[in-house]
């Protein structure tokens, strides 16, 4: 028991000097390592007779625990002393200015692809969506476009094989192709997203936003078509009359095709859509080719319907005042910050919206 009291008083009395962490750590070691003074002393419980064991195990316990805690002790009183140190010597200026908070904006494009969702969805349609990367039967066999189509070129789509079956989409119609293929219609879904084009000017980019529209039930015709388009510009453009036209065109997938004019004038040097003696081209639709159905497997014998081709980008343009399509890729937060949209301020319905 000696030789415990003294191991004792001897460390007790050391950790009452000034010490460095390395000092502690070394009077650990000394103590509580393989070899230290009282892990020997816990080897020799063994060899104690019974009558004295349970005495000295309590006992160096105790001093163990003792020792540990002033240890312990010792190393919380260091740090603090070299915490307040740092803190002497270190100026904090509370009178400084918060660093400065940006807030994220909604780009034009995402905002407008939400408006569109929520228009078409208030008339049955739903949302679907494909990939970027397509093959050629989808993006153009399925939908009616001969092999010797402009469309196919390589100065107009970015194939992605020597053989032209892999290809960066360039509509989102071949969204309907795969919606037909696994599903029975009636079908009634818009598909916005990106597609790619070789081009790139003030109002064309190699990648840009398209929203496709399709509706296939019994006894579709261009009356339904018009009454759709007619409801959706009212109501994307905020205006409760539209002078609207189509104008007969082709499109390889529609028959008959058209082209939808809107009427527009200009007042006080900005564009007013609605009414006017302006014409302003907008989408093109028509009603669905009967090789279309065909080629996935609908009978054109009981079911028609029609489709639409509408540029999302185009649209953002028009209703926001946007004036050059690559600005929406030059990632430019100033301009995003002009014509970005507050997250914390867009309503659930979008009529309305400002800047």
Not at 210 to 217: K, P, S
Request: with cysteine; hydrophobic share 35%; proline share 5%.
């Amino acid at each position: 028991m000696s030789d415990l009291k003294k191991i004792k008083d001897d460390f007790l009395l050391k950790l009452e000097k000034k010490l460095s962490l390395a000092d502690i750590n070394e009077i650990k070691t000394n103590l509580f390592g393989k070899n230290g003074l009282i892990s020997s002393q816990f080897k020799k419980i063994g060899s104690i007779s019974e009558s004295e064991k349970r005495k000295f195990a309590s006992e160096l316990n105790l001093i163990k625990n003792e020792l540990q805690n002033k240890i312990n002790s010792k190393i919380n009183e260091i740090q603090s002393e070299e915490i307040n140190k740092k803190l002497e010597k270190e100026n904090v200026d509370i009178t400084l200015p918060e660093r400065t908070f940006v807030q994220g904006k909604i780009h034009p494009v995402s905002q407008t692809i939400d408006e569109i969702s929520s228009i078409f969805s208030e008339i049955g349609f739903s949302v679907e969506e494909g990939p970027d990367v397509e093959n050629e039967y989808n993006n153009f066999t399925a939908l009616n476009t001969p092999d010797n189509h402009p469309a196919r070129d390589m100065h107009d789509t970015f194939y992605l094989d020597e053989k032209k079956e892999k290809l960066l989409r360039t509509h989102t119609s071949p969204v309907q192709i795969r919606t037909m293929l696994k599903d029975k219609p009636p079908f009634k879904i818009i598909a916005p997203g990106r597609t790619y084009r070789s081009d790139s000017d003030q109002t064309h980019s190699p990648m840009f936003h398209q929203v496709e529209g399709l509706h296939i039930d019994k006894n579709i015709t261009m009356g339904h078509l018009k009454g759709c388009l007619n409801y959706f510009i009212k109501e994307f453009f905020e205006v409760k009359k539209i002078k609207m036209r189509f104008r007969p065109s082709h499109f390889p997938f529609t028959e008959p095709s058209a082209e939808v004019d809107i009427g527009y004038e200009i007042k006080d040097g900005k564009m007013v859509i609605g009414e006017g003696d302006k014409w302003l081209e907008i989408l093109g639709c028509g009603m669905v080719h009967p090789n279309v159905l065909k080629n996935v497997k609908v009978d054109s014998s009981n079911y028609q319907g029609y489709a639409f081709g509408i540029g999302i980008d185009r649209l953002a343009m028009l209703k926001y005042g946007i004036n050059d399509l690559r600005a929406f890729f030059d990632c430019d937060y100033r301009w995003l910050n002009h014509f970005g949209f507050d997250p914390l301020d867009v309503p659930t319905n979008y009529r309305g919206l400002s800047r």
